[in-house]
């Protein structure tokens, strides 16, 4: 079992970058796939992007893809959202999670981004 905790949200301007981390308690961090996904005030939960237990495999959304990094470092049990180019819609609370087999069964409590046009 692990236990998400994101950090590093806040204010930005448009065309800006951030970094958010999500620093995972237990022992077996290494062993989950890990991913970020977010809720924009008044819209449903999306998928961002996530990466394999070892890191060799990513995944984005077609809206981040080219702008987002994702990586982790299991050393440290630390997944990192790269985020650059930022626009005004990727407004929304970020959320880090663990994935269990096929179910994303571990969440954060989410950090938030604002970019202001």
């Known amino acids: 079992q692990v236990q998400p905790v994101e950090s590093g949200g806040t204010l930005v301007q448009a065309g800006g970058s951030l970094r958010l981390s999500c620093a995972a308690s237990?022992?077996?961090?290494?062993?989950?796939?890990m991913g970020w996904s977010r809720q924009a005030p008044g819209k449903e939960r999306e998928f961002v992007a996530a990466?394999?237990?070892?890191?060799?495999?990513?995944y984005y959304a077609d809206s981040v893809k080219g702008r987002f990094t994702i990586s982790r470092d299991n050393a440290k049990n630390t997944v990192y959202l790269q985020m650059n180019s930022l626009k005004p819609e990727d407004t929304a609370v970020y959320y880090c999670?663990?994935?269990?087999?096929?179910?994303?069964?571990?969440w954060g409590q989410g950090t938030e981004v604002t970019v202001s046009s």
């Open positions: 237990g022992r077996t961090f290494s062993r989950y796939g």
């Open positions: 990466i394999s237990w070892s890191g060799g495999s990513t």
């Open positions: 999670a663990a994935r269990d087999g096929l179910v994303w069964r571990y």
